[in-house]
């Protein structure tokens, strides 16, 4: 068994008391919420990054929820990301050929996440983007962004929100592509390089 040293405050492990809530990992996330692509979509990218706090360090327990356009720009409007057996009420997951373009997914044990997904098209004027919503402990109000794709830096440039951005505020809702389909976006909750959270009214 092993023993820890209770008289100096960094060897204790935090209790639930010692952090600050709500903590999102037990009920919410479902099996599967990271692929929302059918498998073997042609326009299938991977999406993934780190969630940070304001100190840098990366966050075990934030829960991200992403919506997108399919890639022909149409909000899907399909049900069955949490489908549930009806005679057993157990779950069912997808259905492996519809795109409901929803995904629910929580950050390891390291921060990290990832999604499979289509590559959205174009909507109403926009670049192509996802909207993201986190939630994280700390957080007593989720918090809203976008991942836009690189690709085509003439609708970025166009964007109506990128364009009314400063380059470094405007790069952190820009995700790096790192190699053919992969692209890497993180989330800093605050501190420098703060990830740019919109408000909704």
Known sequence: MTKIDTTRPETVLPTPSHTIGPFY???????GGEDIAPVGHPDTVTVHGYVYDGEGRPLP???LELWGPDPEGRVP??????RRDPASGGFLGRNGVEFTGFGRIRTD?????????????????NAPYLSVCVFA???LVHLFTRVY??????????????????TGRRDTLVAGEESAG????????????????????
């Open 77 to 82: 409007t399909t049900d069955g990301s949490m």
């Open 61 to 63: 327990d934030a829960l």
């Open 137 to 139: 402990r700390g957080l």
């Open 109 to 125: 044990a390291n921060g990290h996440w990832y999604a499979r997904t289509l590559r959205p098209g174009a909507r109403g004027g």
């Open 25 to 31: 990992g037990h009920a919410l996330p479902f099996p």
């Open 182 to 201: 992969t692209y890497r976006f993180d989330i800093r909750l605050q501190g420098e390089g703060e990830t740019v959270f919109l408000e909704f009214q």
């Open 149 to 166: 794709l690189p690709g085509d830096e003439a609708a970025l440039a166009a964007d109506p929100l990128l364009s009314r951005l400063d």
